[in-house]
């Protein structure tokens, strides 16, 4: 019979072993319906997540609402919107009470003596260029001076087809501020011209991501596994799309039969009642997602599926720890 240990000298069980204990619990908060940009392809405004609840303001029933996440289990609250950092009395009480990431745009600085450790996840789009064009605005020369040299911080790089062939000289200038990056796709949710993926544009930008891995290591917090699977949407020989995605809110998941799914997760709106159906857009067409997150936990969920080769389980391996150090699980 084939069992991790016969597949993995000490090294890999040791690595094993410490991922095997962090039984990851997380849920999704839109924190606010609010934002100081409005990116082109943004999935929240796009799908009217915007509109589909009305913001709760009092911060008491927030405090309540998380009491109750933590009660439920979560063990990893993501901090989305909408702008998180436009309400942090709300990501405060997040951050006091549960292990607490949060994605932002980095315009506004948190300021660190309230928020000593919480890791953030700063979008960018790429270049100058596509950063105007798609989101109005430059937006790395200002969070970069926000957050430069801080150990709790890493670009959220939104790869797109006009990013092929010019990836390193964004690792380089995310490098030499001193904070780490990991790559992830973008879905196109509002059509933007150009910024359809091909698949022969696929299969050229998967060479470009490992060999920045292989150039930049202690830049990159990546896998070439997790590069392999974001670019085809195929995993052992399986296609990713509804049937499969582990990242849909648990009480509205009626799929019959269900995949391997992330256990009671649930991306909550601001009205902390309402569901919205997964970890991204509402509406769009499963057949063209490309979210990061959702890919990695496909991975991580499908365990069992990877104890068949060494080689599958390290695969495996790498990814569960490449989420475990964007979510300060694991240090970097
Ligand atoms: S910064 Fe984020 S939430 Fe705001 S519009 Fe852009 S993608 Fe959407
Ligand atoms: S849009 Fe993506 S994350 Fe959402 S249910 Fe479809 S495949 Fe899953």
Redesign the pocket.
């Known amino acids: 019979m084939i069992t991790v240990s016969s597949l993995l000298d000490q090294h890999w069980h040791e690595r094993y072993k410490r991922i095997s204990k962090l039984n990851i619990r997380s849920s999704i908060y839109d924190v606010t319906n609010q934002?100081?940009?409005?990116?082109k392809?943004?999935?929240?405004?796009s799908s009217n997540e915007d509109k589909a609840a009305a913001e709760e303001k009092d911060i008491v029933k927030w405090q309540a609402f998380i009491e109750r996440e933590k009660d439920r289990g979560v063990n990893l609250a993501i901090l989305?919107?909408?702008?998180p950092t436009l309400h942090l009395d709300r990501v405060e009480a997040f951050y006091k009470r549960l292990p607490t990431f949060c994605?932002?745009?980095g315009l506004i600085k948190i300021p660190r003596d309230r928020f000593p450790d919480m890791m953030l996840g700063i979008?960018l789009?790429g270049d100058e260029a596509d950063e105007k064009k798609l989101?109005g605005k430059d937006?790395f020369s200002i969070s970069s001076k926000n957050y430069e040299g801080d150990p709790n911080v890493y670009y959220l790089y939104t790869l797109t087809p006009n990013q092929i062939g010019k990836i390193e000289r964004i690792i380089v200038k995310i490098r030499d501020v001193g904070l780490k990056v990991h790559m992830q796709l973008l879905s196109n949710d509002e059509g933007v011209d150009g910024f359809n993926w091909q698949p022969e544009q696929l299969e050229v930008l998967r060479i470009e991501m490992d060999d920045m891995l292989d150039n930049y290591p202690d830049t990159l917090i990546s896998s070439k596994y997790y590069h392999e699977i974001i670019t085809s949407g195929k995993m052992l020989g399986r296609t990713f799309g509804w049937d499969e995605c582990p990242s849909v809110t648990q009480p509205l998941d009626h799929r019959d039969p269900h995949p391997k799914r992330l256990i009671e997760f649930i991306r909550w709106a601001s009205d902390l009642n309402t569901m919205h159906r997964c970890c991204t857009s509402e509406t769009r067409d499963c057949s063209s997602c490309k979210d990061g997150a959702a890919h990695m936990s496909w991975v991580m969920v499908n365990k069992r599926a990877h104890i068949r080769r060494t080689q599958d389980l390290q695969n495996w391996i790498e990814v569960y720890e490449m989420f475990a150090k964007l979510y300060q699980f694991i240090p970097w």
């Open positions: 934002c100081n940009l409005r990116c392809g943004c999935f929240f405004f989305i919107g909408g702008e994605a932002t745009n979008s789009w989101r937006t």
